[in-house]
């Protein structure tokens, strides 16, 4: 499966969802949905309060946490699963993490209810996407940021924040990050 992860660096990711990340307060639980190479698993855990654990669940095993990654305040564990087959249950987390992941999700309405109905109080979920609704084989189910404003709009299972933009090589209308959090 080809990721934009590949080419993006720790810095670019990092700056794409810090203002999503809460790194003060008691250690926190977080899943990274689809989290390809790991990347954006790593840029969460170097913000994360000390004690933290960041679960990377992606269908393939393709992300194994070097020593370095071990070394920091934040555990990082791994999962090969389809994240789109999660029950409520193992999304009793603080903290959701989708980068680049939710355009793979065709049902994204009954989805997002679901994962945002099962965050913990005060949870989050962190998204990044291609800004764009045109899909191609790398982005089957494209979500603007307009259109996943309108989908949240039309659940009223959250409400989005845009963090922050960058352009990509990939897709015309770059790279868009939001904080969603649970109407609840």
Do not use: C
């Not at 269908?59 to 409520?88: C, H, M, W, Y």
């Not at 979920?125 to 045109?134: G, P, Q, S």
């Amino acid at each position: 499966m080809f990721s934009f992860h590949t080419e993006m660096e720790l810095s670019t990711a990092i700056k794409l969802i810090e203002n999503g990340v809460s790194n003060t307060g008691d250690a926190q639980s977080w899943l990274d949905l689809g989290a390809g190479n790991g990347l954006f698993t790593r840029a969460l855990a170097s913000m994360l309060p000390s004690g933290s654990v960041v679960t990377a669940i992606d269908k393939s095993s393709s992300f194994s946490p070097t020593k370095n990654d071990l070394q920091g305040t934040t555990r990082i564990e791994t999962r090969v699963a389809d994240f789109t087959t999660l029950r409520s249950e193992d999304l009793n987390v603080n903290g959701l993490l989708m980068a680049n992941s939710l355009h793979y999700v065709k049902d994204q309405e009954d989805f997002l209810k679901k994962v945002l109905d099962s965050l913990l109080p005060g949870g989050r979920l962190i998204v990044v996407e291609y800004d764009t609704d045109r899909g191609n084989t790398w982005v089957p189910y494209p979500l603007s940021f307009n259109s996943l404003s309108n989908l949240l709009a039309k659940t009223s299972a959250g409400f989005a924040t845009r963090l922050a933009t960058t352009p990509s090589q990939f897709q015309r209308g770059g790279i868009y990050s939001v904080l969603i959090r649970p109407a609840r």
